[in-house]
């Protein structure tokens, strides 16, 4: 029986003696958002990586849907789980449609030769974003928020039920980062699953509906934000002290007390 | 998009322009009729020579080293996401004719057939396999740069060893010639020694096209989005280290003519990695057809190297994407 969605039990993994991953574990079912939190490295990205299949744990398991995902090839994994790494920018000033044509890749599509399939669903992925005016722009011609949208339709497109986003809000104002949070909400709600790496406790507590604490290679605990959003471990993760307030339902994180 | 379209059929039209100006032009007067008499195989003895034996093979050969560098060039910059990257800046072309020059002197070539292209390829693959592993070690180009600059030096060094044991001034002054790239003097058996390898890299860098685009979003994302990475490494390591073998081969080390025409053909098809792959060999075999044939017709004692030429036009090119660049990041 297969699992869908993906799965890190116990991962633990070092390079050069750097302990990244201290038995770890994490899963990401679809229709759940979950995001992960930690400050800079807890080993985040790792997690990720190992979760994707894109670095073998030394010890501990890495399943996705039900199977191990470093055995995988690329095109195998990327038709399950679409990942959106830190980097935003891209080598070359190719065009809008062109980046969000690359994520129907692992379906043999090129931006040159995109078959029906493929061009209808960057149409639609563009239209979901609201890129349709900014189809044929090049890409070193958008704002990071632009730029972070066309990562987002990339990863539509695939179609993937799985999204795994490193820190898709890095430096984008209030207004972007809430466009991109609701899209992968969005996302969401139509069954997909999404894994997402963020900085921002308030914007954490508004869109998962798990949360995933992490800090020295180890996932500390993880549960809903009601359970989890608390000023022990907010402290225990981050070292500050923060009072958390709750009204009308929402959560709101003030740091310094 | 329609003037992509365009590109293509353009570019070959001008090839065609190009090699029939390559067979009109020449110290020899040579009236159009009488050289159209002569490619079509009715021509005088000494017209069809000229044309059969000197013009046509030398252009061809131009051409066929200009797109192989230019191929190589387009797909190593998308392999390694930088516009500068190319045969002769990454030390690929010294490598390769310094294992070209070793064959060639001490005698394998004239003993065993494809000797000569086969040493040259073995001398691009070990320079880009050396740049290729390099590459994922260093997130800095100016670093991969350095050691393209390494192995042009080592090359060169070694080079100059071989000269100071020349036996004699005229292998002295191949040598030279070597360096600098000529295709002075070349025949179509020549050509056909080099062209198979430089069309089985051409081959395999096409196939490679879909993964030079997925490239462009840096390889975590590349793999990310269905890319194997390793493998598309090797797939252009061995397609840029077999055409530029080859051209080296057929033309000796000519610098540059690989970084000119990407740059030219990239806003043509909206920067993408894939769609520059083979207009840049077009462009690139036109350059060098074009540039022969001033080389030929330039006034002069002696002949300029057709690689010294593509260096003037191709160097303050290099300089200038270099500094375009520096202001943009």
């Known amino acids: 029986m297969s699992e869908a969605g993906l799965l890190v039990e116990a991962a633990s993994l070092s390079i050069k003696r750097a302990v990244l991953l201290d038995r770890a574990s994490l899963n990401l079912r679809p229709g759940e958002l979950v995001v992960l939190l930690g400050p800079n490295g807890a080993g985040k990205t790792s997690l990720l990586r190992v979760a994707l299949g894109l670095a073998r744990p030394d010890i501990g398991t890495a399943l996705l849907d039900g199977a191990d995902p470093a055995t995988m090839t690329a095109g195998q994994r990327a038709r399950l789980v679409t990942y959106l790494p830190q980097m935003r920018d891209l080598a070359w000033p190719i065009r809008v449609r062109d980046v969000v044509a690359l994520g129907r890749f692992a379906f043999g599509a090129a931006p040159a030769r995109l078959a029906d399939a493929d061009q209808l669903a960057v149409a639609h992925a563009l239209a979901a974003c609201d890129l349709g005016d900014l189809a044929d722009r090049a890409t070193d011609t958008l704002s990071g928020g632009e730029l972070a949208r066309v990562h987002i339709a990339r990863a539509l497109a695939s179609q993937a039920p799985l999204i795994v986003a490193d820190e898709p809000v890095a430096s984008l104002d209030p207004r972007h980062q809430h466009q991109v949070m609701r899209l992968i909400r969005s996302f969401v709600n139509r069954g997909g699953g999404a894994l997402v790496v963020l900085h921002d406790l308030d914007l954490a507590a508004l869109y998962a ?26 402290e225990a993760v981050y070292g500050i002290e923060a009072s958390v307030t709750r009204t009308n339902g929402a959560t709101r994180v003030l740091v310094g007390r | 998009m329609t003037r992509a379209r365009w590109l293509i059929p353009g570019l070959c039209l001008g090839i065609l322009v190009a090699l029939v100006a390559a067979c009109l032009l020449g110290s020899v007067p040579l009236p159009p009729a009488r050289m159209a008499a002569a490619l079509l195989g009715q021509g005088e003895p000494g017209d069809m020579l000229v044309v059969w034996q000197v013009r046509l093979p030398r252009a061809l050969a131009a051409m066929v080293a200009g797109a192989a560098l230019g191929i190589s060039g387009a797909a190593l910059q998308g392999l390694l996401r930088n516009p500068l990257a190319e045969p002769g800046v990454l030390g690929v072309s010294a490598m390769s004719a310094l294992f070209a020059t070793v064959a060639l002197f001490y005698g394998f070539a004239a003993a065993i057939p494809f000797a000569l292209p086969l040493a040259a390829i073995a001398g691009a693959l070990a320079a880009t396999a050396i740049i290729a592993w390099a590459a994922p070690r260093t997130r800095s180009v100016v670093t991969l740069i350095l050691v393209g600059v390494g192995i042009s030096s080592f090359s060169g060094a070694i080079m100059a060893l071989l000269m100071n044991l020349a036996p004699n001034p005229f292998t002295l002054a191949d040598m030279v010639t070597w360096m600098m790239g000529s295709v002075a003097n070349r025949s179509l058996d020549d050509l056909a020694l080099s ?32 890319l194997d990475v390793a493998r598309q490494r090797v797939l252009v390591v061995l397609g840029a280290g077999f055409a530029t073998g080859g051209a080296v081969a057929l033309a000796g080390a000519i610098g540059f003519v690989g970084i000119v025409a990407p740059h030219l053909v990239r806003p043509w098809v909206g920067y993408d990695p894939a769609r520059v792959l083979v207009p840049s060999a077009l462009l690139s075999g036109l350059i060098l057809v074009l540039a022969d044939i001033a080389v030929r017709i330039i006034p002069g004692d002696t002949e300029l190297k057709l690689g010294v030429v593509a260096a003037l036009i191709g160097a303050p090119i290099f300089v200038m994407i270099a500094i375009r660049r520096g202001s943009a990041r």
């Not at chain 1, 500390?220 to 608390?230: H, I, R, Y």
């Not at chain 2, 081959?203 to 840096?218: D, E, N, S």
């Open chain 1, 209 to 234: 509906d798990r949360l995933v604490w992490m800090n020295e290679g180890r996932t500390l605990v993880g549960g809903s934000v009601a359970e989890t959003m608390t000023p022990h471990w907010i």
């Open chain 2, 195 to 226: 062209a198979p390898f430089i069309g089985a890299g051409a081959v395999l860098l096409v196939a490679a096209r879909r993964g030079l685009t997925a490239l462009a979003l840096g390889e975590e994302a590349a793999a990310g989005v269905g």
